[in-house]
């Protein structure tokens, strides 16, 4: 015969392995549901009316130093932008919050390997003017090209 205290013990011992369950899938849950919410984010900011025209006025311009580029178009901000943009989805990488399959997805390839090309005789000044050490757009940048020379298909 099973007396009180076993079952007791039994029960407990059943109610947390059900809440360590329970809390595993809660976890996962939550991790989906923050990458889903960096994705909109990212996304959302990418697909955004300032940055899609900071990226089409850029690409039309010819860009050889800071000082030039002032002289011929005034402001700075839409390089500044374009700059901080192509970084953070850099540093993003670098830490490998995001992955290479989603800024494919996001922006595609061509849009950062061209946008580099174009800003690099500014990157190095941005990074010296705002006192950013580490260059995560170079690091975006190489990363793409790596994948493009390694021929994996986008998207």
């Known amino acids: 015969m099973v007396d009180v205290q076993t079952v007791s013990i039994a029960v407990a011992s059943a109610s947390v392995v059900i809440g360590v369950i329970y809390y595993v899938l809660q ?18 900011f990418t697909a955004s009316k300032e940055f899609v025209e900071a990226l089409e006025k850029i690409s039309v311009r010819e860009i050889k130093s800071v000082d030039e580029y002032r002289k011929k178009y005034g402001s700075l901000a839409d390089i500044n932008q374009s700059i901080q943009v192509f970084s953070e989805l850099g540093m993003l990488l670098r830490r490998k919050l995001i992955d290479i399959d ?50 994996v298909n986008s998207g």
């Open 27 to 44: 976890i996962r849950n939550q991790i989906k549901l923050r990458q889903t919410d960096l994705i909109i984010r990212l996304y959302s």
């Open 102 to 151: 989603l800024i494919d997805d996001l922006i595609g390839r061509k849009t950062v390997l061209t946008a580099y090309e174009k800003l690099k005789p500014l990157d190095e000044a941005y990074r010296k003017e705002q006192e950013i050490e580490s260059d995560s757009f170079y690091y975006l940048y190489d990363e793409v090209k790596k994948r493009e020379q390694e021929g």
